[in-house]
Each structure stands twice: as structure tokens, then as C-alpha cells.
């Protein structure tokens, strides 16, 4: 098997990561798979600084989580990743994350877009050689991120300005702020008493500096629906599945 | 000399971590520091699980950093630990950062303060070895973090509240959050502009999930002074010195 098929990286949990609950948080599990999907990529030759001589840049466009637990302050954890599939325009690339005692804690689902920068549009990625993208036959048993309904009318609506922090170097909304605004949106005790089981998001369209959105959410059991929406238009939609912590 | 008196840990930084001006944001300069500096104590065997045991936690009071340049996309750098000064309440340690080229492009200053976690005052740490805490004789050619002074009358005042992903695992605010609070006061063209020379921070009185703080920001030249109050008593304290880009 060519050693790039799949690509893993291993960290630990500090303290200062940690969240209230003294686990790994979602938005730090987000930002770590962005950045070995960007390792692997760079590694196999279409990564960041290649593609940006094209004008073209990975953008994530959907990504789904389910994690049986979290990492723990002072363990050590690993993501590994490969590509299930390609073709010009997109890159399903799936993740598994064990834990300290290497069983698997958790899987993860993305799909990338390969976006021309200037024209803010899906590039092609037919000019880059098919063997960049090797395909594990790997299973990633997870479903697929579903299609996410909007969310009706008796939802709770806030406003949010994005500022400085928010903004990454595509000069738009970092995706895990994105993800980090929603969060936000409950209290500490119920993030004591529950936990995420899964949760599926999908970026549609992006948000600029000193833009303000909707956040909308609406909870039914334990499914809670959320969608940011910009003057009416869906700029990315979360679906999150609850677990009460035992 | 005994390997453990310098601690080094090397990075990259990928394109997702970059901020908006596509070099190293300096909330994740301040993250990387506060992670390494925890490697470095648990190396040494004062870190988060040995002083847990002891009821006692490490906290971030003061933090100074001046830079030449910030990390771009794709560079390795690396941060480079040492402890300066220590005594039965407080330790002084400093880093070196270093580019891709190997110079150095960076220093930075802190103090940390062992806490007693349950009645969240300062904590007695003579009961550990003082081998524990190997001294380094290398210089760190930068300025300690000054007193810094009230922000005056004339300052624009805004409210922010803590929420969700604002609170660590020791239940309060992130060190590097109340830093995002006080950066998202900028627009971002005053960052296309400007860029952070030096910035001094003061860590006084923990904030905590659902309180409303106010900041305060008052510009003089190249000198912004800013401070985070809660009820009126002084939570955090920044001066940042700001650079015009060439």
C-alpha cells in the first residue's frame, strides 16, 4: 500500500485546550481536521501552496462527526485520514480518531470543493494528476451528511456581527466559528448535563467582516436544528444530535 | 547542560490557522505558548497532572510578546521554553520564536501563578522540588511586562458575554479568549494596516461563563490601552503597540 493513502497525526490533550467539561471541544476537533486534510494534501502534492498557483483553494463544504467519546485532558489521540472518493469538483475525504488505548473513539466525514479564488466559484480539478488522489477502500461506518431541512418557524432567532478573529485568510468566516457561534447559543449547564453525539454541518454560501446573521435553532428531543442565515439566504446549516451525559 | 532546561516544540502553520492578513493570528501565537509551556512543566513533572493532585493549577497572569515578523502560511517555526526565575508562588518563563530560516523572530514574557483550585487563591508550591525548576542563565531581550495604567475617561466602552466556548476547563474564561474580545474591537482594514509590534497583557480577576464585561479602548498614536472590567473592577489589562505595514 502506498504510505499515503492514509495520512495520520497524533496529539495530546492539554489542559489549556480543554473545555468546561474537561473534554476535547468540538471546534478544536473541527480545526484539527482541517489541519491534517491539509497536511495530507500538501503531502500528496495538492495541498495549499499547489493549488494556490492555480488560484484554486480547498474549501470544506460539509462535514459530519460521531464520536462515541472525546479525548481527555493529558490523552493522547490520534486523527488518520484518507480520500473515499473524488472527482474534478469534489474530494470526500473520511477521518477515524482513536483514543489514549488506540480503539476508535469517533468518525468523521468531509467534503471538500475545490473554489477559484478570485472568481469565488467551483474550480476544475481536471489538470491535476488522478494519482494525487489515491482511494482507500477503507469503510467510514458513519452516514453520510444528510440533506438539512430548514428550520421552521417557532425557532429562537439571534443577531451576530462577524469581526477580526472570526475571519481566516480566504478573507471570509473561519468554519469553526461558525460552529463556535451556535455552541454558543446554549447554557453551561446544558452542556454539564449533555453531550454531542453527532452533528452535521453544511457551508453553503460564506459570510465577510461586519456582516450580521441570524442564528436560528430550533430543538426537538434531542435533535436541535440551527441555521445562519444572511438577509434571508442560508449561509451554513448544523444539525446537532444530544446525548444525555451519563 | 540537562536536556529538559530548554523545551522546543516546532510547528507549521497551515493555511486554515492563518488570519485575515495570512500570517499567524496572535490568538494562536498566545495558544501555542500557553500549550508548550505545559509540554515544558509536564516534561518536568510540575505539570497539570502532578499539581491536580496537589489541588493546584498553573494560571497565566501576565503575558508580554514582541515580534519582528509572525509566521506566514506554510512556514515552520518553532517556540523555544525557558523558565527564567521561580519562587513559592510564581515562575517567569520565556520564549524564543523562531522562523523558517532558523532566526529568531520573536520573544516573548510571562508569569504564571500557581493557584490553589478550590479557594481560587494563590497556592504554595515549596512542597515541590526546586530540581523541578531548572533555571536557564539565557538571556530574553525584551522588556518585562509593564504596570499598566487605567484607560481614562475618554475611551469607548462596549459590553461583551461570556459564553460557551469562551470557558476552559477550570470553568472560567480562556486567557486567549478575553485577547479576541479586545482584537475584535478593530476593523479590518486597521489590520490590513496596521500590524501588533508588541502587546502586554495583565491577567487580574477571572471572568466566568455568563457574566458581561466591559471593554474599554483608548488610542494614543501607536499605543492602544484597553481593559476588560467587570462591575467596575479591573478583570484584564492590554497595551498593544501597533506597527503601520510596509
Redo the contacts between chains.
Keep these: 500500500m502506498d504510505q499515503n493513502v492514509e495520512f495520520t497525526h497524533c496529539y495530546y490533550l492539554?489542559?489549556?485546550?480543554?473545555?468546561?467539561q474537561?473534554g476535547m471541544?468540538l471546534?478544536l476537533l473541527v480545526?484539527r481536521v482541517?489541519?491534517i486534510a491539509?497536511?495530507h494534501a500538501?503531502a500528496l502534492g495538492i495541498g495549499?501552496?499547489t493549488l494556490a498557483c492555480h488560484g484554486i483553494?480547498w474549501v470544506l463544504s460539509k462535514i459530519s462527526i460521531e464520536m462515541k467519546r472525546y479525548p481527555r485532558?493529558?490523552e493522547d489521540y490520534c486523527l488518520t485520514t484518507w480520500i473515499e472518493s473524488y472527482n474534478r469538483r469534489f474530494c470526500d475525504r473520511c477521518f477515524a480518531v482513536t483514543g489514549g488505548d488506540g480503539s476508535v473513539i469517533g468518525y468523521i466525514r468531509t467534503m471538500w470543493t475545490a473554489i477559484d479564488v478570485k472568481r469565488r466559484c467551483v474550480a476544475d480539478l481536471t489538470a491535476f494528476e488522478q494519482e494525487a488522489f489515491p482511494v482507500s477502500d477503507r469503510p467510514c461506518p458513519i452516514e453520510k451528511t444528510p440533506r438539512l431541512a430548514s428550520v421552521g418557524p417557532l425557532a429562537s432567532v439571534q443577531d451576530y456581527t462577524f469581526?477580526?478573529?472570526?475571519?481566516?485568510?480566504n478573507?471570509h468566516v473561519?468554519?469553526v466559528r461558525y460552529l463556535?457561534l451556535v455552541?454558543?447559543h446554549?447554557?453551561?449547564e446544558h452542556?454539564d448535563n449533555n453531550t454531542i453525539r453527532r452533528i452535521d454541518i453544511a457551508y453553503h454560501h460564506e459570510c465577510y467582516?461586519?456582516e450580521t446573521v441570524q442564528l436560528r435553532v430550533a430543538t426537538n428531543g434531542h435533535t436541535s436544528d440551527c441555521e445562519i442565515t444572511r438577509d434571508g439566504t442560508r449561509a451554513v446549516a448544523l444539525r446537532i444530535h444530544w446525548e444525555a451525559r451519563s
Design positions: 492539554t489542559a489549556g485546550e480543554a473545555g468546561a474537561s471541544p471546534t480545526q482541517i489541519e491539509t497536511e500538501n495549499y501552496a483553494a485532558i493529558n469581526r477580526y478573529c472570526d475571519i481566516d485568510f478573507r473561519n468554519s463556535a455552541l454558543n446554549w447554557t453551561m452542556f467582516f461586519g
